[in-house]
């Protein structure tokens, strides 16, 4: 499987950089039948594009979803899919005085490094967050996919900077989401946007948490030991840039508990066998539990700032000091929380093709 790849039997390959012409994926193994256009895919594309406030970086792209394959008469034929949007306001003028300075908390000199300085360096290349938008697409039909099972996927902000959100219990769901930071918590979802601002005023940036939930997945589900289901969720969590830790259920706050406080006890509900908590973040050993899997996602902060920074020339061969401008979210989580959405829909729909769960051809 390619680096760019993420699942087995629904396999989105991940294409474009943050200037070049366009970004996309191609879809291997949808199903047929399943009916589809761009307006699909436009609603969650509407919730990442850059330009919507003071919150987000000054860039503002469209990004109108096409489908350039695997699509007729409004319904997949079973060929590859493949979904691009085009990048228009790409401006490499502030990156002309970057090519020999290494950007401090990005992956310039690695990559430099690894492929002999041919990779493109505006606005961080194939490393951008601008990739996202491929993997928003490509969630947005494994919702659809989903849906038709009965599994549904929302993700939501809990931490901005030093700011924390008071949530509900573990496994209980956040509900309709309106302010600019997607936090379930309103008063702290103000506090977030006055760190935000904060930060901009001081040339800096922040970090937060986004939790993810999906209710409805079957018992069962994930292919121990290498390729259980937290595992895989971790690996296409990963794909995200700027993530820089991952936990499920009482992840790391396990580590301070009793096992008399960390297991879940089963009980007997309406007849069913059921975990009576959901500490363990609905995984077991690498399968479902049955419960709703929750995952808290670590996004360090937004390392192109405006603060004077120490670095590298290349050319020189001397340390020097950089302030990056250009455009550049002064907190990535708003923005993310729907990318997070995408790759758990990407890792479940492919899961529930490996199960059977999903039929090859949509019934009619």
Request: charged share 20%; proline share 6%.
């Amino acid at each position: 499987m390619s680096s760019n790849q993420i699942g087995k039997f629904f396999t989105v390959t991940s294409f474009g950089e943050s200037h070049g012409q366009v970004i996309g994926v191609v879809i291997d193994g949808c199903p047929a039948g399943l009916p589809l256009d761009e307006a699909d895919l436009q609603p969650d594309l509407n919730r990442r594009k850059p330009g919507q406030g003071v919150h987000t970086t000054a860039r503002r792209e469209t990004d109108r979803a096409e489908i350039w394959s695997g699509v007729f008469g409004g319904r997949t034929t079973g060929a590859p899919l493949c979904l691009v949007v085009h990048n228009q306001d790409a401006d490499a003028a502030s990156y002309e005085t970057l090519e020999h300075l290494l950007r401090p908390g990005h992956a310039d000199y690695p990559a430099r490094i690894k492929y002999g300085g041919y990779a493109d360096y505006r606005g961080g290349g194939r490393f951008s967050g601008r990739i996202t938008a491929g993997w928003v697409m490509a969630g947005a039909v494994a919702k659809k996919l989903l849906a038709t099972i009965g599994v549904e996927i929302s993700a939501y902000t809990v931490a901005i900077g030093g700011v924390e959100a008071s949530l509900p219990n573990c496994g209980e769901g956040s509900g309709p989401l309106s302010n600019p930071v997607f936090c379930p918590d309103p008063v702290a979802a103000e506090q977030m946007m006055q760190a935000i601002g904060e930060a901009i005023q001081a040339g800096d940036s922040l970090g937060g948490v986004i939790e993810l939930m999906a209710v409805g997945v079957p018992l069962g589900w994930g292919d121990p030991v290498g390729d259980g289901l937290d595992g895989a969720l971790a690996r296409a969590f990963f794909a995200i840039p700027a993530v820089k830790g991952v936990e499920f259920g009482a992840g790391f706050g396990a580590a301070r508990l009793r096992g008399s406080e960390n297991n879940d006890p089963y009980v007997i509900q309406n007849g069913q066998i059921r975990p009576l908590t959901n500490q363990a973040g609905g995984t077991l050993g690498g399968l479902a539990s049955g419960l709703p899997v929750v995952a808290r996602i670590a996004f360090k902060p937004t390392p192109s700032i405006a603060r004077a920074q120490r670095t590298v020339d290349l050319q020189a061969m001397a340390e020097t000091t950089l302030r990056i401008e250009g455009r550049h979210d002064p907190c990535v989580v708003p923005r993310a929380v729907v990318v997070v959405e995408a790759l758990a829909a990407i890792v479940l729909g492919d899961f529930a093709l490996r199960a059977g769960a999903i039929p090859k051809v949509m019934v009619r």
